[in-house]
């Protein structure tokens, strides 16, 4: 089955600079690759999602890169705000399966 | 639109006692159904999963089991909670890779 690692687990940046997490994932058939972002207390919401027909994709501040034959994907966030601290998931899974696999999340801190 | 409810938000139960929560999905049919199970500062893991009525697929051996008696009706359940089984669980709904989380319920077995 599909394997997804996140890096790294807790990530601090000041407000305005960018920040970077990473995901691995080990089934080469996987070709859809989400991004959660979960708030204290709350549910998990789609941020970005990114196939594998594409290497990029961008969404005001969000952007997501998808390297296929490392089997990585990244998820980029630019002139960080206070409202971007959260727990970050990354995901992969084949389009139509019923399976998504989650990577372990990331904790994201937003210092003013 | 789809929307997905669970219930209840929060529930204190004491150790040994019997669960229940429940989970609907509106506005879709034959949707892939979800729990997860997040403990405090942690990952999202799988319970089960069901891709339609009455199937159920377990991912890790538990004091818990799932229950699908309508297509769009999820619900889990346990005979005896340990403190263990504290916890967010969350029901999530998916067609096609994309899945969409409901409100979550905060489990504390004390």
């Known amino acids: 089955g599909e394997n997804v690692e996140q890096h790294p687990s807790t990530l601090s940046v000041q407000e305005g600079d960018s920040a970077v997490i990473k995901c691995t994932y080990s089934d080469s058939a996987s070709n859809y690759f989400p991004w959660y972002k979960q708030e204290l207390g709350k549910r998990p919401q789609l941020i970005i999602d990114i196939r594998s027909n594409v290497g990029e994709k961008k969404d005001q501040r969000i952007a997501v890169t998808l390297n296929k034959t490392a089997k990585h994907f990244s998820l980029h966030i630019t002139e960080t705000q206070p409202e971007d601290s959260a727990v970050y998931f990354c995901?992969?899974?084949?389009?139509?399966?019923?399976?998504?696999?989650f990577g372990t999340g990331t904790r994201l801190t937003i210092i003013p | 639109s789809q929307t997905i409810h669970q219930w209840p938000a929060t529930l204190v139960q004491p150790v040994g006692s019997p669960l229940s929560l429940e989970c609907t999905v509106e506005?879709?049919?034959?949707?892939?159904l979800y729990w997860y199970r997040q403990a405090a500062g942690r990952g999202l893991q799988l319970l089960f999963y069901s891709v339609g009525i009455g199937q159920i697929s377990s991912e890790v051996p538990q004091n818990l089991s799932a229950s699908r008696p309508q297509d769009r009706q999820f619900i889990l359940s346990s005979k005896k909670l340990l403190l263990s089984d504290s916890g967010f669980y969350l029901c999530a709904w998916s067609v096609s890779g994309e899945a969409f989380f409901g409100q979550g319920t905060r489990l504390t077995v004390v």
């Open positions: 506005g879709t049919s034959n949707p892939n």
């Open positions: 995901a992969a899974t084949l389009w139509g399966n019923e399976k998504l696999t």
